[in-house]
Nanobody, 118 residues
């Protein structure tokens, strides 16, 4: 059974930091590209960051470049999102997604809430 379980969300003040984790099971994690998305109330889900399956190449949405860092630990089947210098506009539900680069299979986590507020 495939599972993606996010954790690490919460309430943080502007300028603060959070580290999100997404633990994967039920598929060969190292073969999958991993991504973080977010969805704010009333807005469409948007891509935040992606990391490739083998090389670890990553890219980011312009809105988070220089503040967020995506990483993965294939030994632990986990992907992380380190979020620094958080802003109120970063408030959203954050989701992790696994996608196979050739097979087309895609899996989503259930999401974790991040709220940036004073």
């Amino acid at each position: 059974q495939v599972q993606l379980v996010e954790s690490g969300g919460g309430l943080v003040q502007p300028g603060g930091s959070l580290r999100l984790s997404c633990a994967a099971s039920g598929f060969t994690f190292s073969n999958y590209r991993m991504s973080w998305y977010r969805q704010a109330p009333g807005k469409e889900r948007e891509l935040v960051a992606t990391i490739s399956s083998i090389s670890g190449y990553s890219n980011y949405a312009d809105s988070v470049k220089g503040r967020f860092t995506i990483s993965r630990d294939n030994a632990k089947n986990t992907v992380y999102l380190q979020m620094n210098s958080l802003k109120p506009e970063d408030t959203a539900v954050y989701y992790c997604k696994a996608s196979h680069p050739t097979l087309g299979s895609t899996y989503w986590g259930q999401g974790t809430q991040v709220t940036v507020s004073s």
